[in-house]
């Protein structure tokens, strides 16, 4: 099941789009601020991050930066109703998935989030498949220190 984080510090936006993802059969899991939406992401996997982007303390933009600090790759979709070309342009910088305006229309804001759950797919498959092709060809069965095993080493 496809679990999203929402990060709102507007209960009834978080309400909102909790009982609106849940309805498309999401799991959702909410944070009423910045420092609570980063605690349970590194305690829990998400695929997508919903994040308000004004927030008292830590906004929305402070939780992308604090993201990639962390080198967490789940996307992040900022929602606000304070929409502006350079506002979106920093959270895109930043690296925000998508920026979508309240009020927002849930089927639009639907599109958005299943690309999102895409991209996340996809990561997630690529840090499989790199698990895989490690294990497939790691160099840690083979023994010998000698010049001709060099050459090996060399050309594998």
């Known amino acids: 099941m496809n679990h999203v984080l929402i990060i709102d510090d507007d209960e009834s936006?978080?309400?909102?789009?909790?009982?609106?993802?849940?309805?498309?059969?999401?799991?959702?899991?909410?944070a009423a601020n910045g420092p609570l939406g980063l605690e349970l992401l590194r305690e829990d996997g998400f695929d997508i991050l919903l994040v308000d982007l004004m927030m008292?303390?830590?906004g929305g933009l402070d939780v992308i930066k604090e993201t990639s600090a962390l080198q967490i790759t789940t996307p992040v979709i900022m929602v606000t109703a304070y929409a502006s070309v350079q506002t979106a342009v920093d959270a895109m910088?930043?690296?925000?998935?998508?920026?979508?305006?309240?009020?927002?229309?849930?089927?639009?804001?639907?599109?958005?989030?299943?690309?999102?759950?895409?991209l996340s797919k996809m990561r997630r498959e690529n840090v499989l498949l790199k698990k895989q092709l490690k294990r497939k060809y790691d160099f840690e069965g083979l023994i010998g220190d000698s010049a001709q095993m060099q050459k090996v080493y060399e050309i594998i």
């Not at 690296?95 to 759950?117: C, H, Q, S, W």
């Open 13 to 30: 936006v978080r309400d909102a789009l909790k009982d609106f993802l849940e309805e498309k059969d999401f799991k959702v899991t909410t």
């Open 56 to 58: 008292p303390g830590m």
């Open 93 to 118: 910088k930043l690296g925000a998935f998508d920026y979508v305006t309240k009020p927002f229309i849930p089927d639009e804001l639907l599109i958005v989030i299943n690309r999102a759950m895409e």
